[in-house]
């Protein structure tokens, strides 16, 4: 059974930085691409970042490039996002995606998908 767990989300003022994680199990973790995806109340889901099997490659949506950093670690099945320099626009809850192969930056191509955690940036 394929398990993405997200954690790391909480309450921080604008300015202010959180590292979310995503951890896998049930998968080849290193044949996967990993996706970090958000969704506000009223919104669609919407792609924040994507990163290749091997790391090599990263991917961003431009509302955050140069503050959010993706990463993963295969020796420990673990993705990460990296968020520095919050916005209240980057509320949301935040969801980790793995995909085999597809497109990084279309949801709909992504296999599994994690519980989601809350991120919320005060003003």
């Known amino acids: 059974q394929v398990q993405l767990v997200e954690s790391g989300g909480g309450l921080v003022q604008a300015g202010g930085s959180l590292r979310l994680s995503c951890a896998a199990s049930?998968?080849?973790?290193?044949?996967?691409?990993m996706g970090w995806f958000r969704q506000a109340p009223g919104t669609e889901r919407e792609f924040v970042a994507a990163?290749?099997?091997?790391?090599?490659?990263?991917y961003y949506a431009d509302s955050v490039k140069g503050r959010f950093t993706i990463s993963r670690d295969n020796a420990q099945n673990t993705a990460y996002l990296q968020m520095n320099s919050l916005k209240p626009e980057d509320t949301a809850v935040y969801y980790c995606?793995?995909?085999?192969?597809?497109?990084?930056?279309?949801?709909?191509?992504?296999?599994?998908w994690g519980q989601g955690t809350q991120v919320t940036v005060s003003s």
């Open positions: 995606a793995a995909v085999l192969g597809g497109k990084p930056r279309d949801y709909n191509e992504y296999d599994f």
């Open positions: 990163i290749n099997w091997s790391g090599g490659s990263t």
């Open positions: 049930g998968l080849a973790f290193s044949n996967y691409a």
